[in-house]
């Protein structure tokens, strides 16, 4: 049976979890994949179900186009993850994936409901500008230097000239979705708590700019940093699960 395209945003990665009292939507990272967040559901609490989100243009789902603006992957999101709201739910970001997650709640508030928490992770507050030059449209040889420089690529993706120019795409598309990114003026203040994570050695992404999600939320609201770099998410796996799950089984 073929899935629809609107399944393929989580069906591929979900497992159902009947013991579930939570969902958690994961968003992953510029030019990553919902593969990244395939391990999570055993290494977290039996009343977390986890739920990989994937976006057009990789993986499984690499024959699709890249979408270009933010608002067009929120407006998708929301339609794909409608059929998972039957139960209580909280969203996981990681850099790119920590503004989509922030957008798609603005947009649930309004159709179903704030989540029990957003998490967001490596990621400057959503109001604040972007705080450097875009590198979207570097001509490819510079924008592999700067792939390198935040090191979360994988090398070997650097020693392969044709699995580099297979992935560059996706990559530069999520770049652009994040660099061209606008804070809309008519949000309001969120109603969920809100957690953020980074990395004590993330150049991308300044404690002060983490903070600064305070500023959109009226409720409770917490800052946790890891000893890592901006993809911390790799490098210290382990812990940020274990965070994610202390997170979730917060009261505020």
């Excluded at 929120?74 to 209580?88: C, I």
């Excluded at 996981?92 to 309004?110: C, D, K, P, W």
């Excluded at 911390?232 to 940020?240: E, G, K, P, S």
Aim: proline share 7%.
């Amino acid at each position: 049976m073929t899935l629809s395209t609107q399944a393929l945003w989580v069906a591929p990665y979900h497992r159902r979890n009947p013991r579930a009292r939570v969902r958690l939507f994961c968003f992953p990272y510029a030019g990553g994949g919902a593969s990244v967040f395939v391990r999570w559901g055993s290494q977290l609490a039996p009343d977390i179900e986890v739920c990989p989100v994937q976006l057009p243009g990789r993986e499984n789902r690499m024959p699709e186009a890249c979408l270009q603006r933010i608002s067009d992957v929120a407006d998708l999101a929301v339609e794909a993850l409608d059929p998972y709201l039957d139960v209580s739910f909280a969203l996981f970001g990681h850099s790119l994936g920590a503004l989509i997650a922030y957008e798609v709640v603005q947009r649930l508030r309004v159709t179903r409901g704030q989540p029990q928490r957003l998490i967001v992770s490596a990621h400057r507050a959503p109001q604040i500008p972007l705080p450097h030059d875009p590198t979207w449209h570097l001509p490819d040889a510079d924008l592999k230097r700067r792939l390198e420089e935040l090191n979360g690529t994988r090398r070997e993706v650097f020693q392969d000239e044709e699995l580099l120019q297979l992935v560059l795409p996706t990559i530069r598309a999520d770049l652009q979705l994040d660099e061209t990114y606008t804070h809309r003026s008519d949000y309001e203040p969120l109603d969920c708590p809100i957690t953020v994570f980074g990395g004590t050695k993330d150049a991308e992404t300044s404690e002060s700019h983490l903070k600064a999600w305070r500023e959109v939320t009226r409720s409770g609201f917490e800052v946790r940093m890891f000893d890592g770099d901006h993809f911390f998410i790799n490098t210290h796996a382990a812990a940020l699960i274990d965070a994610v799950g202390q997170a979730l089984h917060m009261r505020y």
